[in-house]
């Protein structure tokens, strides 16, 4: 199966090439962050196909993964 993933900001360098990762079927948002080596504290805001997800959500083929760290402002 195959997931569209797009990291922001600091997490940027974790994305995928091209933006696509195959991926096992069943995986939740936690495995691919560890296939993806990204500390799941580093991650703040997760949406999988538009929709706020948290790290047990299964993906499934063709679903786009958002992830996004904390971020500041003044």
């Known amino acids: ?6 990291c922001y900001a600091t997490l940027a360098e974790h994305s995928p090439p091209e933006g696509e990762t195959p991926h096992a079927e069943g995986h939740t948002v936690a495995d691919l962050l560890a296939e993806l080596r990204i500390d799941p504290a ?12 948290g790290l047990d959500q299964p993906l499934r083929d063709g679903d786009r993964v958002g992830l996004f760290p904390a971020v500041g402002g003044g």
């Open 42 to 53: 580093e991650v703040k805001v997760i949406f999988v196909n538009g929709l706020h997800a």
């Open 1 to 6: 199966m195959a997931l569209t993933v797009k």
